[in-house]
């Protein structure tokens, strides 16, 4: 399907003004990456600005080539770097600067490590929080081989959503994730993480690669059978020619309805769905607006989350 134009719905907006030229140079003053602009992000200015709540930004740790070759993404393959010890203070000294009241900690695969880079990662969280315990961190991880002690050292460190993607649905795991991720080592690290801490679990699904409806049904449910608390839906789009192609066009209506049957059906805390979507789209607000539909105020939550209650 490559090379058809895409349809109006998937019309990307330049980002702009004083919040976003202030953002960027706060990171190269610091030479950080952020998944936003490595990745192109349809939603950075919309993001970054965060007009209705919280700005959103997604750092991502470890430098910006992977240990993997997933067929869906951009990020460059191989020659990884070796990590910055001080990336993590850097990370936290970024985000108090841009006053960030919600950050997203991602990071490329880095199997060339002997625990993945999990304790680089809960260094971050601990730097950031250290600095201000009110700053809400989402954790967008690698499946780190699914190592059960590598997930430990990330929710020992306190993050308040743990993310873990698992992309696509089971049939099609293969051709669009590096044969070393799968679908049941996906669900084991979210359960892990459900069942060891009280942290909010979420999870990101493409659409738009093949899936037939009812395998994007039984993804959603699998993803509540492990307890997942939050998960987003959005339009695959083919990086280069060299990517998989693009099997179809979803349209704004089916994303709505996904969103209807994960939200009122199988009773996620909530759904982001929509072509633009991506897993750290608008993440902050979004969890706010959650938790207050729920009637709990984010220290509500956290003392409900960490007392363990419902
Ligand atoms: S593991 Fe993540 S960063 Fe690496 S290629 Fe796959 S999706 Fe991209």
């Given at each position: 399907?490559?090379?058809?134009?895409?349809?109006?719905?998937?019309?990307?907006?330049?980002?702009?003004?004083?919040?976003?030229?202030?953002?960027?140079?706060?990171?190269?003053?610091?030479?950080?990456?952020?998944?936003?602009?490595?990745?192109?992000?349809?939603?950075?200015?919309?993001?970054?600005?965060?007009?209705?709540?919280?700005?959103?930004?997604?750092?991502?740790?470890?430098?910006?080539?992977?240990?993997?070759?997933?067929?869906?993404?951009?990020?460059?393959?191989?020659?990884?770097?070796?990590?910055?010890?001080?990336?993590?203070?850097?990370?936290?000294?970024?985000?108090?600067?841009?006053?960030?009241?919600?950050?997203?900690?991602?990071?490329?695969?880095?199997?060339?490590?002997?625990?993945?880079?999990?304790?680089?990662?809960?260094?971050?969280?601990?730097?950031?929080?250290?600095?201000?315990?009110?700053?809400?961190?989402?954790?967008?991880?690698?499946?780190?081989?699914?190592?059960?002690?590598?997930?430990?050292?990330?929710?020992?460190?306190?993050?308040?959503?743990?993310?873990?993607?698992?992309?696509?649905?089971?049939?099609?795991?293969?051709?669009?994730?590096?044969?070393?991720?799968?679908?049941?080592?996906?669900?084991?690290?979210?359960?892990?993480?459900?069942?060891?801490?009280?942290?909010?679990?979420?999870?990101?699904?493409?659409?738009?690669?093949?899936?037939?409806?009812?395998?994007?049904?039984?993804?959603?449910?699998?993803?509540?059978?492990?307890?997942?608390?939050?998960?987003?839906?959005?339009?695959?789009?083919?990086?280069?020619?060299?990517?998989?192609?693009?099997?179809?066009?979803?349209?704004?209506?089916?994303?709505?309805?996904?969103r209807e049957v994960a939200e009122e059906e199988l009773d996620f805390l909530y759904c982001a769905s929509?072509?633009?979507?991506?897993?750290?789209?608008k993440a902050g607000e979004l969890f706010v607006d959650a938790l207050l539909r729920e009637e709990r105020?984010?220290?509500?939550?956290?003392?409900?989350?960490?007392?363990?209650?419902?």
């Amino acid at each position: 399907m490559s090379g058809r134009a895409k349809p109006g719905w998937l019309k990307m907006r330049p980002p702009s003004g004083r919040r976003f030229t202030e953002i960027k140079q706060s990171l190269r003053d610091r030479d950080l990456h952020t998944v936003c602009e490595e990745a192109n992000c349809p939603n950075l200015g919309e993001c970054w600005s965060g007009r209705e709540g919280p700005g959103t930004a997604t750092f991502m740790l470890m430098g910006d080539r992977c240990s993997r070759g997933c067929n869906f993404c951009d990020v460059q393959t191989g020659g990884m770097e070796q990590l910055d010890s001080d990336e993590p203070a850097n990370v936290a000294e970024a985000v108090s600067e841009i006053g960030l009241d919600y950050v997203v900690l991602t990071s490329v695969d880095r199997d060339d490590l002997a625990d993945g880079g999990s304790a680089h990662f809960a260094e971050t969280i601990r730097e950031i929080k250290a600095r201000d315990s009110s700053i809400l961190v989402e954790v967008l991880t690698p499946d780190f081989q699914g190592s059960p002690d590598a997930v430990r050292r990330i929710l020992d460190a306190g993050p308040d959503v743990f993310a873990h993607n698992i992309e696509t649905v089971e049939r099609l795991q293969w051709p669009v994730r590096d044969r070393r991720a799968g679908y049941e080592q996906t669900l084991d690290v979210l359960q892990q993480a459900n069942e060891e801490s009280n942290v909010y679990t979420k999870t990101s699904l493409m659409l738009g690669l093949g899936e037939y409806h009812h395998e994007v049904y039984q993804t959603l449910s699998d993803l509540r059978e492990v307890g997942v608390d939050i998960v987003t839906l959005g339009q695959y789009l083919q990086p280069s020619r060299t990517h998989l192609d693009v099997f179809e066009y979803v349209h704004p209506d089916v994303f709505e309805t996904w969103r209807e049957v994960a939200e009122e059906e199988l009773d996620f805390l909530y759904c982001a769905s929509g072509p633009m979507v991506r897993s750290s789209y608008k993440a902050g607000e979004l969890f706010v607006d959650a938790l207050l539909r729920e009637e709990r105020s984010i220290e509500q939550a956290r003392n409900l989350v960490r007392a363990g209650g419902d």
